[in-house]
């Protein structure tokens, strides 16, 4: 339990929140509900998958917002250009990777801070993306684009078939895989990592093109959901990702946090927006109370894990 | 040894500064040469004058960024600070000082939430900040409900941001310097500052060196909320309003011009000379595209690209130095850097040529063109068009309208505004259409009070200067092209509603973000109207979009299942209508209808299926064609006073009320019409 503590904090929260709803909130706990919050919430999961590497591996990434409106319009083109379904969505994950590969390559070979080069590739790219479209929407787009066309169901179980997967695909690769073990081993002390003969240049710029890959896909399953595809998706995407990761417990410093911590903070920040409104608070307060959640969480965090703050931070790896 | 011989331009530039200055002036004099007004006393004071707010928060960040840290919430300490004050002021019936007062008390204790997260607890300053970013912004919107605007400053007030000293210097620009002074003396000339970099370079060693580390690093935070209050006061001067979205998006702008300056976001490296120059980098920039009639979007791009290439120079340069021995002689390291430097500025020239040659082809054949024109009938006449927002599909098929009256009437249109709604970014535009010399403008206005003074100012100068969509204050334009007033809007919304629910049936409403002036101006008058005409009917609950499509669909879906009784949902931002239409489509929920104010291209599936059943609207191709063709009419001066009425080209004639134009009743779309519309 100690080495969970981190993520503890978090699930004591949500454990609360859950307390509240089920008892003052009557459905929220319906099927349709929790169906609805999964689909609303699953790109910021795919995202925060990638994002907690990033940011294990020390590094941090705020295009994503700007990626993911590409990928959504690029989708959007492919389909009425009448590509199947299938390659929409490899073309979505190649061109985000594209996207993170360019991130990437700055931050790892060129040793540029990433917090820079994110900033200049969400800027550029949103305002490329405005310039472009102009803003218009991709509409007119085929009969058999939304859900795939399968049915709703269908789409919402597949969806959360993959999610999950992909979970435990992180969760376990961190684990036992060689790389997941590199990861930590970057983030932690990224020279002792090199000198362990790790290729840590490669993989901070594998990192940053698998969440590049990840925000495709995760636009491409959220476009799916409509028949339309409006050209200003995204807008602030970068922030609840990261809020969500930060509240999971993962240190921003890197090498530090668990997959299992971001599933938490995009569970807790994800549903308090609809929780409020099942609550009858007004919804003028939603923003403060979504940065008083973030703040207490990682005072919470930081309160809990400040005795063994000298640690070697190895020893918070789950295994 | 190496320091007796140091080049002078060492000396002077520390960090390698003078090739952002070299940068600069590359820019000014290509803008000088391209950019009709630019070179002009005038435009450049102008130019000071909007960096003072973001040159204050950049000021404030470059101290923070060169201990390493970071601090995201400067632009939500902004909006907290301007809506307090504008509190403090009217509500609480205080004297101007003491508001301001309060204003950077609440400044101070922004920035000691900060600090004391950060150097007392030892927290991360990104999360930290990301927090506070969050909750600041919030505490303004909850303490306004998004919705209260503060206005109606005294004048004396309002010199502060508006007025000129010696009729050229701006106000606030004294101010500004006085902050960059005091922050030059705390970071270049003290010990603190001394111990910044110190801190920045490594903390822990700091700590051991004997600095004491959490009290300076308190200093800068708490620092940086005081300095971010003040920049929301003259926000607050300059525009003539306080509201809670005040600031939105500053600190990355703020943080973009202090990385831009050299300083390094990895800490110990900086000055507050590079975060100037930087800053002026980038107010440059965007007046200088502006006045070039370059689309805003394009600024984006380029400060993106710009970011990315000084930076990675700057690391190339670091790792091929650090490849070399430690000590080298300095005057071959300094041939080397020439070199790089030489290189660096050639690509630099050349991408912004490859931009601009073109473009200034373009004008300078148009302008031969237009020599041509004005020997044959005279004068070939500019009008320039601004919508709220650019990226908002119903200012899009506006601009169609636009572009079809300015090729009908032989004239030069500029199509511009700001990419998402800011009253700021508004006023900035019109300036730079002041200098440029527009014949007319003709502006959708985000917000009344703030815009007017920039208005009358343009009517002095001889512009011929028009509203549409919303209205400026009377005396500030000549015309107002009136499609609907807000009451009509209301009206017409909530007796479509009452005509589709029961008598004593419940709706909620989806608006755009919760600060948006329209939207608030609807929702009040369609509460007053249920009150008058229709008082069992209840609106159950309003929640934002923020123009969000996909946030308005998850909106619907909660209201439906909280909310079950309710039976109609009214969407009043474009994009919200087939956001809400699309969730209540898949919630199988028969009976539930939609309507709203949107447009017929993104709601059309919906009518069709019968989720929508009404969505009211003008004819925003024919508002856009009016804005271009009345801005010319009058121009032309072909309105004489007095006039009942105009004859608007293949619009017909068009009633007049007064000095407003009105283009007719709202459209109301359903089933019937919206294949026949096109926009």
């Known amino acids: 339990m100690k080495e969970h503590s981190r993520e503890a904090s978090v699930a004591v929260a949500i454990v609360l929140l859950m307390l509240v709803l089920a008892t003052l909130a009557h459905g929220y706990f ?35 917002g700007s990626v993911f409106a590409i990928c959504s319009v690029v989708t959007g083109l492919c389909a009425r250009g009448g590509l199947p379904a299938v390659f929409g969505l490899l073309v979505a994950c190649v061109a985000g990777a594209a996207c993170g590969a360019v991130n990437g390559g700055f931050v790892a070979y060129l040793r540029v801070p990433s917090i820079v080069v994110t900033l200049a590739t969400m800027v550029a790219l949103r305002d490329t993306l405005r310039w472009k479209t102009q803003g218009s929407w991709v509409g007119n787009l085929p009969s058999n684009f939304q859900w795939f066309g399968v049915t709703q169901q269908v789409y919402t179980a597949g969806t959360l078939v993959m999610v999950v997967l992909l979970i435990l695909l992180f969760v376990l690769g961190l684990r036992f895989l060689r790389v997941g073990r590199t990861v930590f081993a970057t983030g932690s002390n990224e020279t002792a990592a090199q000198i362990a003969g790790i290729n840590t240049k490669r993989l901070v710029f594998t990192v940053f093109t ?110 | 040894m190496p320091s007796q011989v140091k080049p002078a331009r060492r000396i002077r530039f520390s960090n390698g500064e003078w090739m952002l200055l070299f940068a600069l002036m590359t820019e000014i004099v290509l803008f000088c040469a391209a950019a009709p007004g630019f070179f002009a006393w005038t435009n450049m004071f ?235 980098f980038l107010s440059v920039l965007q007046n200088g595209m502006h006045l070039l009639a370059l689309p805003s979007e394009l600024t984006g791009v380029l400060i993106g690209l710009l970011l990315l290439g000084i930076v990675s120079y700057d690391r190339l340069r670091a790792m091929r130095i650090n490849a070399k021995p430690r000590i080298y002689p300095l005057s071959g390291a300094r041939a080397t850097r020439s070199k790089q430097v030489v290189t660096v500025l050639g690509v630099l020239l050349l991408t912004a040529f490859a931009i601009l040659l073109p473009r200034f082809l373009r004008t300078a054949k148009t302008s031969a063109t237009k020599s041509d024109v004005r020997v044959a009938t005279g004068h070939r006449p500019v009008i320039a068009v601004m919508p709220k927002a650019k990226g908002d599909p119903y200012f899009i ?29 508004q006023n900035e535009l019109v300036e730079t259409w002041i200098t440029r010399g527009v014949d007319a403008i003709v502006v959708a206005v985000e917000n009344k009070g703030s815009i007017s003074t920039v208005l009358r100012k343009a009517r002095q100068h001889g512009i011929a200067v028009l509203t549409w969509d919303a209205d400026a204050e009377p005396d500030a334009r000549d015309f107002f092209l009136n499609q609907a007033t807000p009451e009509g809007i209301a009206n017409a919304l909530t007796d479509e509603a009452a005509r589709l629910l029961p008598s004593d049936g419940q709706f909620a409403i989806i608006t755009g973000p919760l600060s948006a002036e329209n939207q608030n101006e609807w929702i009040a008058y369609v509460r007053k109207r249920l009150a008058a005409k229709y008082p069992d009917l209840t609106l159950t609950t309003v929640q934002p979009s923020d123009d969000d499509r996909d946030k308005a669909f998850s909106q619907t879906q909660t209201i439906l299942k909280v909310y079950p009784q309710v039976k109609l949902i009214m969407a009043i931002s474009a994009p919200a209508v087939p956001g809400a239409a699309e969730a209540v489509q898949q919630s199988g929920r028969k009976g539930v209808d939609v309507i709203g104010l949107s447009l017929p291209a993104i709601c059309k599936p919906y009518v069709h299926s019968g989720v929508v059943q009404t969505i009211f609207l003008w004819n925003t191709r024919n508002l856009g064609y009016l804005t271009v063709y009345a801005g010319w009419l009058y121009e032309q001066k072909r309105i004489p006073p007095g006039a009942t009425s105009i004859n608007a080209g293949r619009l017909g004639t068009l009633q007049m009320r007064g000095t407003e134009v009105i283009l007719g009743t709202p459209l109301l779309i359903n089933k019937a019409n919206i294949d026949s519309l096109d926009f």
């Open chain 2, 397 to 425: 098929s506006a601009r169609a309208g636009a572009e079809e009256a300015a090729r009908e009437l032989g004239v030069d249109l500029i199509w511009d505004g700001p990419t998402s709604l800011d009253a700021s970014q």
């Open chain 1, 210 to 319: 698998l969440t590049g890959a990840l925000t495709g896909l995760a636009a491409m399953l959220n476009s799916v959901r409509f028949n339309q595809i409006p050209s200003n998706s995204g807008l602030g995407l970068e922030m609840k990702v990261i809020a969500a990761v930060a509240v999971g417990g993962t240190a921003i410093t890197g090498g530090t946090g668990t997959i299992l911590g971001t599933v938490l903070g995009v569970g807790l920040l994800g549903s308090i927006g609809t929780a409020l409104t099942f609550l009858n608070v007004s919804a003028y307060w939603e923003k403060a109370i979504q940065g008083g959640i973030i703040l207490s969480a990682i005072i919470l965090n930081a309160l809990s894990t400040h005795h063994k703050k000298h640690a070697n931070s190895i020893n918070a790896l789950p295994g």
């Open chain 2, 46 to 280: 102008e130019v000071l004058r909007f960096s003072v707010e973001l040159g204050l928060l950049s000021v404030a960040l470059t101290p923070i960024l060169i201990t390493g840290g970071i601090d995201l919430s400067v632009g939500s300490a902004v909006g907290v600070s301007a809506v307090i004050f504008g509190m403090a002021w009217r509500d609480g019936h205080m004297p101007i000082p003491l508001a301001v007062v309060v204003a950077l008390l609440v400044g101070c204790g922004c920035g000691a939430l900060n600090a004391l997260l950060i150097a007392g607890l030892r927290l991360p300053p990104l999360i930290v900040t990301l927090g506070t970013y969050s909750l600041y912004r919030g505490i303004a919107e909850g303490i306004t409900h998004g919705a209260v605007s503060y206005t109606g400053y005294p004048k004396s007030f309002l010199v502060l941001g508006q007025g000129y000293l010696w009729r050229t210097v701006p106000v606030q620009l004294p101010i500004f310097l006085l902050v960059v002074a005091a922050y030059v003396l705390l970071l270049h000339r003290s010990v603190i500052g001394r111990a910044l970099y110190a801190i920045g370079f490594n903390s822990e060693g700091a700590g051991y060196a004997g600095i004491p580390v959490r009290k300076r690093l308190a200093l800068i935070y708490l620092l940086s909320g005081v300095v971010a209050s003040l920049a929301a006061i003259i926000y607050v001067a300059h525009l003539g309003l306080a509201k809670s979205d005040l600031g939105r998006g500053y600190e990355l702008e703020a943080i973009t011009a202090v990385v831009l300056g050299g300083t390094s976001v990895f800490g110990g490296r900086g000055t507050l000379f590079g975060t100037l120059l930087g800053l002026f």
């Open chain 1, 30 to 64: 319906s099927r349709e509900n929790l169906a609805d919050l999964f689909l609303a919430n699953m790109p910021v999961m795919i995202i925060a998958l990638g994002m907690t590497l990033i940011i294990l591996t020390g590094q941090i990434d705020i295009s994503v």
